[in-house]
């Protein structure tokens, strides 16, 4: 099963767009576990993920995430795409990189 | 416009955030917010207790718990051994967290951190054990930490032969560094005389509250806050560089109170993030509930998205969505509308027509704003003043959010028109 983390200050709203995230993978039978998390405690969290998306607000956390969590796909979410919590969109992103 | 932010975000981003990240992520800076958040459910337990010990309303309650001493002062056993001797956690913890940044034992570093702390502030019965102590605590645990270190460094250190396991070597290893900060610590203080709980206490701790207290610190940080999310970065670096300043400020209102003494300080966190920080930062709830009301359809669903978590003080989608972010419109008024509410809560509790806050602790910062404010002051004034900010932070909105609706009220209806 593929595992998607969400990184923000506190993992409190990428936690909204993990619910919408969800919603979507649902509905078209996509099975995956999909969290969010502070961003602070990616090297526990995130290392085996097989994607890992930041709030835009911490995207300059970037570097040091790539260097936490190797050989994982890291992205920033795009800021309209996080502030109206477009789940299917950043979903159907995320099918893209790491393949269905 | 477009030049100046782009600028602005560019400067944000690539020179302020990183001096910034750099602070916060200093070695002993981050040990001892790490162990201050650490002690967070204590604080939290100790300020529920004396929440229900103290709760002033109504009457007949007031009335019982009088009439029931041995209840309150049951009540009052976790406060007393919570937020009354809250540098032992806190030795303790940086103890750990330093231990732990330079790969050394960690839990023997606590255990001989806080070990060293209490010979440091006078035994178990010192009055240096609550929030008087914080500065002995982190001084106590630094020292004891790098005296360790020094040891290892040096190979100063008892060799166990490698058969022996490795958690029994580990106790060993500390020995002869825990004896010598012992030493040094009680030489200096019980042979020499030298005072330092009092000397920290009259020096340092002043020094950090009057830093942290201040109306200029406050408008400097909703300030910057405010700036760093007009270029769509979380400022929370700021917020935990103010962490051991609010910690210390509340501990000491919390204490007083419960003495019976006044609660001196105002700017502890609830200041921000209860009477400022109105549904998030930049005080968008009062905005959320004007947008539900929207001419824009897109706007109207965004409100209704964001308004459940805006509750609770969670913006994002305010914040990214309408959006705030780069918004060269709509940063005005959330600017004006943070600086105007420092400066009316300011004013509020300075001149006491609002309790000061006793009870910091309780009013978590994702508490719905009114009951935070009711808890933290035991009062009804709070309520009131908070519900003037959100009003103040409303009306700030209006005009500059009409600008905004307009032109997507235009660009829904061009959308509708091609289709």
């Given amino acids: 099963m593929k595992k998607i983390v969400l990184l923000c200050a506190g993992g409190m709203s990428t936690s909204l767009m993990v619910t919408k995230m969800k919603d979507y993978a649902d509905s078209i039978g996509f099975e995956c576990e999909i969290n969010a998390y502070a961003v602070n405690t990616a090297a526990k969290n995130a290392k085996d993920a097989d994607m890992i998306l930041l709030g835009p607000q911490v995207r300059f956390s970037m570097d040091e995430i790539k260097l936490q969590c190797p050989g994982v796909p890291v992205e920033a979410m795009d800021m309209m795409d996080y502030g109206m919590m477009k789940g299917e969109k950043v979903m159907k992103h995320v099918l893209e990189v790491i393949g269905k | 416009m477009q030049d100046l932010m782009n600028k602005l975000t560019t400067m944000l981003e690539k020179h302020l955030v990183p001096v910034m990240n750099k602070m916060a992520n200093n070695r002993y800076f981050g040990a001892i917010r790490d162990s201050l958040i650490a002690t967070m459910g204590l604080t939290i337990i100790g300020s529920l207790c004396l929440l229900i010990a103290t709760f002033p309303f109504p009457q007949s309650y007031v009335e019982f718990i009088a009439a029931n001493p041995e209840l309150q002062s049951i009540l009052m056993i976790p406060f007393n051994l919570s937020v009354s001797i809250i540098s032992v956690y806190v030795a303790f913890g940086i103890g750990y967290y330093l231990s732990e940044s330079y790969n050394l034992n960690k839990l023997v570093g606590g ?36 005296v360790t270190r020094f040891c290892v460094a040096k190979n100063i250190a008892i060799k166990m032969p490698k058969a022996v396991p490795a958690n029994i070597a580990g106790g060993f290893t500390a020995l002869i560094p825990c004896t010598l900060s012992t030493l040094m610590t009680i030489v200096l203080i019980y042979f020499i005389g030298f005072d330092v709980n009092s000397i920290l206490a009259t020096v340092l701790t002043p020094i950090i509250t009057l830093a942290g207290d201040s109306i200029f610190t406050a408008l400097i940080y909703v300030i910057l806050a405010t700036l760093m999310w007009f270029a769509g970065l979380h400022p929370q670096v700021l917020a935990s560089l103010l962490t051991p300043a609010w910690t210390i400020m509340s501990v000491a209102n919390m204490n007083a109170y419960a003495a019976g003494m006044p609660a001196t300080h105002i700017f502890v966190k609830p200041f921000f993030f209860t009477f400022v920080f109105i549904g998030g930062q930049c005080g968008t709830l009062a905005l959320n509930f004007i947008m539900l009301k929207s001419k824009s359809k897109t706007h109207r669903d965004l409100a209704k998205l964001a308004l459940p978590a805006g509750l609770f003080n969670i913006n994002e989608p305010m914040l990214f969505g309408l959006p705030i972010v780069l918004n060269p419109t709509l940063i005005i008024p959330a600017l004006i509308g943070q600086v105007t509410t420092v400066l009316t809560t300011w004013l509020a509790f300075a001149s006491g027509i609002v309790p000061p806050m006793v009870n910091p602790e309780a009013a978590l910062w994702n508490l719905p704003a009114p009951i935070a404010a009711a808890i933290s002051t035991f009062s009804w004034q709070a309520v009131v003043l908070l519900f003037v900010n959100m009003l103040i932070q409303g009306l700030l909105y209006i005009p500059f959010y009409r600008i905004v609706e307009k032109d997507m009220v235009a660009k829904e209806t061009a959308e509708i028109e091609t289709n």
């Fill in chain 2, 111 to 146: 255990i001989t951190a806080l070990f060293t702390f209490l010979i440091m502030a006078g035994g178990i019965n010192s009055s240096y054990l609550g929030a008087e102590g914080m500065f002995t605590a982190i001084i106590a645990a630094i020292f004891n930490v790098e």
